[in-house]
């Protein structure tokens, strides 16, 4: 898959603002400083289309980009933020509560997770909410230029095996090494969106 086409196409609060429309989506999920925003831009080829703020979680919003006029990209909000008052973290789960619950056409969840690190509590929770709402989800493992190419199959090794160990879970899932700024994963990304939408090439 090669993405000709993006833009944004609305943003969601609430169940009343889903699209509903039919097409395919897949939502990328992850802390508010692991470069979701980043990994969005370099997989689209637009370096403006999702905003990177300087301030980690400043996305309180659903935001939906149109993906070559076929399916959606859903950025939802950062997760783990410090500074959030609890009130708004309390927000934040009912907004995800409410998304899973009204995306008819979610196809697959695309979780952020620094590669240099084991995934935080909030991590395996969207874990465990994928599995729940049986959601089909991938680990992009993100600041992957920040280790030896030589090292990075055996960081995600361990970091599947953290998830498995904690979580106890039957789950089935892949980790992708990725890096906007090191140019790392964007073709296995892809393949993986095209594979999950049910997408092929127009000359296919």
Known sequence: MEIKKASFFTSMKNASGYPNDGKPEIAFAGKSNVGKSSLINFLANNGKLAYVSKQPGK???INYFLINDSFYLVDLPGYGFARVSKAERDSWADMMECYFAAAEYLRALVILIDIRHKPTEDDLQMIEWAAHFGVPFMVAATKADKIAKSKRYHYAIQMAKHIEAVLDMDLEF?????????KVGKEKVL????TMTG???AEE
């Open 199 to 201: 997408l092929q090439e």
């Open 191 to 194: 393949h993986y969106l095209e």
């Open 174 to 182: 892949e980790i992708i090494p990725v890096s906007s700024t090191g």
């Open 59 to 61: 996305t309180r919003l």
